[in-house]
């Protein structure tokens, strides 16, 4: 069965680094998230991609976040300078037109 | 206001059924969802329903939705040892694919012997 993959599964990076978490999305697969989940809370959503621009995006996705479809099968969340309420698990998902389908998550952690 | 809730906790004895609630805020959800998450693993999708149906059902799975009070439940017939997970409710908050899904905070299950 077709899946999300997400690279790599733990990334340590220091406070103020920039920092790229990767996704392949399902191949047919023409929506794309990233949602992020901190340690004990919910699990929020950042931002949604379609047709090469952002379709919606929430509070948190400020300035210092932006995503990018580089090729035709890779999505990619790029944080600029890194704060330590940064960490988090980071979830990419995809869907065709209907449920979305998420990847195992890149646990990100801030030093 | 905005949340999805749902209790934090179920512990069941095995091969009973469990039966995990959930309410949610917006009446124009078009999707609800049911996410599965064990133990460092990502997100699996396990079911889901259109807000126009009120049950659906797929083999051990049965989802019921109740639109006029805004809740939804997940039961699992004959729970068995490897369905010990966290699940996660779920709405899609908006009629675009491109709309964000709002998630509770999880219940975990638990299987007693």
């Known amino acids: 069965e077709p899946e999300v993959t997400q690279t790599p599964s733990h990334q340590v990076t220091q406070m103020g680094q920039e920092v790229i978490l990767r996704c392949v999305p399902i191949?047919?697969?023409?929506?794309f998230y990233w949602y992020r989940q901190i340690l004990g809370q919910k699990v929020e959503f950042l931002v949604s991609?379609?047709?090469?621009?952002?379709?919606?995006k929430s509070e948190i996705f400020d300035d210092q976040f932006s995503v990018e479809r580089p090729d035709g099968s890779n999505f990619t969340l790029k944080i600029r300078s890194t704060k330590l309420e940064d960490s988090a698990m980071y979830f990419c998902?995809?869907?065709?037109?209907?449920?979305?389908?998420f990847g195992d998550g890149t646990r990100l952690s801030i030093l | 206001g905005e949340d999805v809730e749902q209790s934090l906790f179920l512990s069941v004895r095995e091969g009973d059924s469990s039966v995990i609630n959930c309410t949610y805020t917006?009446?124009?959800?078009?999707?609800l969802y049911w996410y599965k998450q064990e133990p460092g693993a990502g997100l699996q999708l396990l079911t889901y329903?259109?807000?126009?149906?009120d049950m659906k059902q797929d083999q051990r799975l049965t989802v019921l939705l109740n639109k006029k009070d805004k809740h939804l439940s997940l039961r699992i017939a004959d729970t068995q040892t490897g369905d010990s997970a966290i699940y996660f409710c779920?709405?899609?908050?908006?009629?675009?694919?491109?709309?964000?899904?709002?998630f509770g905070s999880g219940t975990r299950l638990s299987i007693r012997p």
């Open positions: 998902a995809s869907s065709e037109n209907g449920p979305q389908h």
């Open positions: 191949s047919n697969h023409l929506y």
């Open positions: 991609f379609y047709n090469n621009e952002i379709s919606e």
């Open positions: 917006d009446s124009s959800s078009t999707y």
């Open positions: 329903i259109f807000s126009n149906m």
């Open positions: 779920a709405e899609r908050r908006g009629d675009s694919s491109a709309s964000k899904i709002i």
